[in-house]
Structures are given as structure tokens and as C-alpha cells.
């Protein structure tokens, strides 16, 4: 096989077979396979299976049916899939016209790169195809927000963001990938310094079904950016530095609404602590929840040390101000800073803690794996 295209799919239905067609037509000079990789809610994968039937080059369909990772997940389980090299990368809705894949793979035989990214934002590229102004905005400012965190390995590229392009997979460490939502060209140029070529290429209009882009999206993006230029603890931080205004929010209310200081801190404590403990599931440990144990685990966990934790942070507090003769501000920084810390350690050494396995010799090597693969 000279190249693999790698097509993640979510309710695509409408536009596999003008895809599969368009592809045909488009690359008639290689030995390629197409791969979906599907998480699709609906009929597309009796489509998909259906359409391979009668494509005259081999289709793959991979069905997750218990997906992760989201659309970067999907993409990651693709090239881990691929029979090739060279791997194509492509959304299913025909937004990444199939007639530019040549460019592309000419780009890329003037071997000099790892990667060759189709670049809406370079002279003959186009962002048009983008749904309307507040997504066009969105996207350059996530572009130049990306592109200042990562000067140097996002030198050579305009669109870090962008769901088309073509990756040598000898150049890139799969294991490594950790994707979350939908940047995975981001993930993987941010990981390691890699070589970059660009075509532009004009991002054309959804073929048919509907978007999946949205809010959510939105901010699994920012940390995902978070992550990878910080690691976890800024993401941690982020989490912790908005439940402490949160915090003191409910306490005012509560406080004007009549309520007692101290009942009003406890009630704002115990809202925040439950809150918090939620934000660090679904966006700083998302990653790493399939594999320590059940949710209801880590929420007692993670309660009682939040708990603990106020409970002894106040004698100290005391302590330092009576004794040491701290400045009572200071010293609650202080506090405050320690507990920060701690709290981060236990969260992700106890709280995220990868559920032991069996003692078994074939399996032995795999917690090693999944801990050298770590941030
Ligand atoms: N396997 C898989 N594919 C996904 C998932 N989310 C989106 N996709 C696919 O990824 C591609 C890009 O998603 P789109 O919804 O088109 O996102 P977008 O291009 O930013 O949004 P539009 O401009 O509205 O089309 C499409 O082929 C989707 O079907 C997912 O969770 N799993
Ligand atoms: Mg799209």
C-alpha cells in the first residue's frame, strides 16, 4: 500500500458514497485503502459497509462502540490501523475536497517532509467554507493563540488546526498521542519536532448531515491547548483558580441573602468542592478515567481529601499567624499554595491512579508502557 485514508466518521451517512466516489476519481496513480473509523449513532456503518461492496479499492471499516477520544481518538485509531506510511487524514464530509489529495502526496514526494498540511490560511487557501462569521473569528484567533504557545514546532504551519493532511507515520510516536476533541494535527505537532510542508486547499461547504462542532468542543480545545504547553497542573490550576471565585461568589449571595459567614462557607465549600470535581472529570483527567475504577470511587476520594484538606488548612492557618506572626494574608497564601499542590499529587497519583492488574507475565509490561506515554 502506498497510502492509507484515514476517514473519521460520526453520522456521516449522506456523504459516503459521493466521498468514496470523488476519492476514486481523484487518486488514480496509487495502491491506497480508505479506513473510517466510525462512532456513528445512526445507520452510517451499514452505509460504509455497503459502499465497500462496490468500491473498487479495498475499504475498511473500523466501528468503536465504545468510543474515546472523541474525533482525535477516532483519528489515532486509524493510524494505528493504516497499512502504510503514509497516511492521509480527512473529514467525511466532503469540507476537504478529495480532488486536492494529489497536491498533497506531490508535496510529499519531494520527500523533505514528515507532515504536509492543507492550509486554509495561505495565499490560495480559503476558509469560506466555514459556517459563519463567529466560526471564522473562532478559528483564527484559536489559530494565533496555538501558534504563540508553539512558535518554534508551528513555525512552518498556518493551520494547526485543520482536519486535513497527510503524515508519515515512521516520524510520529502513536503511544505518545494523547488526543482529546478534535485538534489531533496539533497533538501531533506540538508532541515533537517534525518537518512541514502546506498546499492550500479552499475548505469547501458541508456535502449534507450536520455539524458537530460546538461549545463544548470549544473548551475541550483550550485545554487541550492548556495541556500540552503546561501539562496537567496548569489545567489543574485553571480548575481550581475558577472554583475559588466561584467560592467566594455563592458565599456573598448566600451572605445577602441572609445566611450566617460561616454556614454560607461551608454550603459554598461543599458547592464548589462537587463542581470542581466534575470539571477535573470530564477536562483534566478525562484521559484517564476509563482506567480508575468507577466514578463514584474517585467522587469519594477526591471529596473527603477536598474536605480534609479544609479542615486542617485552618489550624495552620492559625498556627502560622499566632505563632509564626505571618501576616494573616500571607500565611492563608501560603496555606493556599500548599494545599494547591498536594491536592494536585493526590489527584493524580491516588484519585486517577490507574486500577492495578492481575498478575499476569504477558500483561506485565503494559503499566510500564502507559506510565512512560505519561505527561
Ligand atoms: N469517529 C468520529 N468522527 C467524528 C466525531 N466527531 C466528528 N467526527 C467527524 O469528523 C469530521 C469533522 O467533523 P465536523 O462535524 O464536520 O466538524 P467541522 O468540520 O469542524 O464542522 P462543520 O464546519 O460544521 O462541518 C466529520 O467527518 C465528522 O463526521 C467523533 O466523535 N468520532
Ligand atoms: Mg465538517
New binding site residues.
Given amino acids: 500500500m502506498d497510502l492509507t485514508i484515514v ?6 451517512g449522506p456523504n459516503v458514497a459521493e466521498l468514496l466516489r470523488r476519492i476514486g476519481d481523484a487518486v488514480d496513480d496509487r495502491l491506497f485503502e480508505v479506513v473510517f ?3 456513528s449513532t445512526d445507520d452510517t456503518p451499514q452505509i460504509i459497509a455497503a459502499a465497500a461492496q462496490t468500491a473498487d479499492f479495498p475499504v475498511r471499516l473500523i466501528h ?1 462502540d465504545a ?1 474515546t477520544a ?2 482525535g ?2 483519528v489515532v485509531e486509524g493510524l494505528r490501523a493504516a497499512t502504510s506510511n503514509w497516511c492521509l487524514v480527512m ?3 466532503l ?1 476537504h475536497p478529495p480532488e486536492d489529495v494529489p497536491r498533497l502526496l506531490a508535496r510529499a514526494d519531494r520527500d523533505d517532509v514528515d507532515v504536509v498540511v492543507a492550509s486554509r490560511y495561505i495565499a490560495g487557501g480559503d476558509s469560506k ?3 459563519d462569521a463567529t ?1 471564522t473569528t473562532v478559528s483564527r484567533a484559536s489559530t494565533l493563540l496555538t501558534k504563540s504557545m508553539f512558535p518554534r514546532k508551528l513555525g512552518d504551519c498556518s493551520d494547526p488546526m485543520t ?1 486535513f493532511f497527510l503524515v508519515n507515520r515512521d516520524a510520529i510516536d502513536i503511544d505518545a498521542l494523547r488526543p482529546r476533541g ?1 485538534k489531533i494535527l496539533l497533538e501531533i505537532l506540538a508532541r515533537r519536532h517534525l518537518r512541514v510542508g502546506e498546499v492550500p486547499f479552499a475548505f469547501a461547504s ?1 456535502f449534507a448531515g450536520a ?3 460546538s461549545f463544548t468542543q470549544g473548551i475541550r480545545f483550550l485545554t487541550q491547548l492548556l495541556m500540552l504547553r503546561f501539562g496537567r497542573m496548569s489545567a489543574f490550576a485553571l480548575v481550581g483558580g475558577v472554583g475559588a471565585i466561584a467560592n467566594l461568589v455563592i458565599m456573598w449571595g448566600l451572605i445577602r441573602l441572609g445566611m450566617d459567614y460561616l454556614p454560607a462557607s461551608i454550603i459554598a465549600s461543599e458547592i464548589t468542592i462537587i463542581g470542581n470535581f466534575l470539571l477535573l472529570e470530564y477536562l483534566v483527567f478525562s484521559d484517564m478515567r476509563a482506567e480508575s475504577g468507577s466514578m463514584r470511587q474517585r467522587f469519594v476520594k477526591s471529596f473527603t481529601f477536598n474536605n480534609v484538606e479544609a479542615i486542617i488548612r485552618i489550624p495552620v492557618l492559625w498556627v502560622l499567624v499566632e505563632n509564626a506572626h505571618i501576616p494573616s494574608v500571607i500565611a492563608a497564601g501560603l496555606t493556599l499554595i500548599a494545599a494547591f499542590v498536594v491536592r494536585f499529587v493526590f489527584h493524580a497519583l491516588v484519585v486517577y491512579a490507574p486500577k492495578r492488574q492481575p498478575v499476569d507475565a504477558s500483561l506485565a509490561v503494559a503499566p510500564e508502557r502507559a506510565r512512560a506515554a505519561e505527561y
Fill in positions: 476517514v473519521p466518521t460520526f453520522n456521516e473509523v466510525d462512532d468503536r468510543p472523541g474525533l481518538g477516532a473529514d467525511g464530509d469540507q467554507g466555514l459556517a466560526r482536519g478534535f458541508r455539524s458537530k462542532a
